[in-house]
Nanobody, 129 residues
Framework: QVQLVESGGGSVQAGGSLRLSCAAS????????MAWFRQAPGKEREGVAR????????????TYADSVKGRFTISQDNGKKIVYLQMNNRKPEDSAMYYC??????????????????WGQGTQVTVSS
């Protein structure tokens, strides 16, 4: 089992910055991909950013949703099973519950919710205009 704990959510004015953290614990050695998703009220959960943390040539590769490219950055903490989501130039449409998720074992490491095995409880982010 893997446990995920997100932190760093809160309220920020448009244009401001916020950093989310996600720490994985438990049976983590098979985690190859970590990602952030978000879900606004009445909308489907969508992928925001993902990072491949497995070994090999693809290690450290990232993918972003078009809506956040150039504003958000996903990163891993020094080989640990901790990832961050740095969110700059926030917009009101970024307001949502943000979830951390991981893939254990094999997987495409895409931004599709169906690939992910474990999810955190979420942290709320609100951006006011």
């Amino acid at each position: 089992q893997v446990q995920l704990v997100e932190s760093g959510g809160g309220s920020v004015q448009a244009g401001g910055s916020l950093r989310l953290s996600c720490a994985a614990s438990g049976y983590t050695h098979n985690i190859n991909c970590m990602a952030w998703f978000r879900q606004a009220p009445g909308k489907e959960r969508e992928g925001v950013a993902r990072i491949y943390i497995g070994g090999g040539i693809g290690g450290g590769s990232t993918t972003y949703a078009d809506s956040v490219k150039g504003r958000f950055t996903i990163s891993q903490d020094n080989g640990k099973k901790i990832v961050y989501l740095q969110m700059n130039n926030r917009k009101p449409e970024d307001s949502a519950m943000y979830y951390c998720a991981v893939i254990t074992g094999l997987g495409r490491c895409s931004l599709s919710t169906f690939e992910y095995d474990y999810w955190g409880q979420g942290t709320q982010v609100t951006v006011s205009s």
